[in-house]
């Protein structure tokens, strides 16, 4: 393995223990979206319920703001009710879902600043 890759996966490892201790078990990558896309929301307080249509835009605002770190969006501001909005730069590289969700973890780690 490379170092990179031994570099990736022991950040990774630090923030899934971290995250574990904090939420008392492991979240999947959709719960995690999910996590920073309500950390990234400035509308409703966190009692309010979520729809599931609302919780798969939060998991899509998360997307946009991990991936604003390199260059495929820009974020473009809140509408009235809160909700960021970001518009596409570049269009995310074709890629198969393990490196789909590579490159989202390695943003992933930026954004928790590991």
Same mark, same amino acid.
């Not at 409703?44 to 899509?60: A, I, V, W």
């Not at 570049?90 to 928790?112: D, M, R």
């Given at each position: 393995?490379t170092?990179h890759?031994d570099d990736f996966?022991?950040?990774w490892?630090?923030?899934?223990a971290?995250?574990?201790?904090?939420?008392?078990?492991?979240?999947?990558m959709?719960?995690?979206?999910?996590?920073i !896309?309500?950390?990234?929301?400035?509308?409703r307080?966190?009692k309010?319920? &979520?729809?599931?249509e609302?919780k798969?835009?939060l998991?899509?605002?998360?997307?946009?703001?991990?991936?604003?770190? !390199?260059g495929?969006y820009?974020?473009? !501001?809140?509408?009235?009710? !809160?909700w960021?909005?970001?518009?596409e730069?570049?269009a995310?590289?074709?890629?198969?879902?393990?490196?789909?969700?590579h490159?989202?973890?390695?943003?992933?780690?930026?954004? &928790?600043d590991?």
């Amino acid at each position: 393995m490379t170092q990179h890759t031994d570099d990736f996966k022991q950040r990774w490892i630090a923030l899934e223990a971290m995250l574990a201790e904090r939420f008392g078990k492991l979240p999947n990558m959709e719960a995690l979206l999910y996590l920073i !896309g309500i950390n990234e929301y400035q509308g409703r307080t966190p009692k309010h319920k &979520f729809s599931k249509e609302e919780k798969q835009d939060l998991m899509h605002i998360a997307v946009c703001k991990v991936l604003s770190a !390199g260059g495929y969006y820009e974020f473009a !501001g809140y509408d009235e009710e !809160g909700w960021p909005h970001y518009n596409e730069l570049q269009a995310v590289p074709e890629s198969t879902l393990e490196g789909q969700e590579h490159l989202l973890k390695e943003y992933i780690l930026l954004y &928790f600043d590991l």
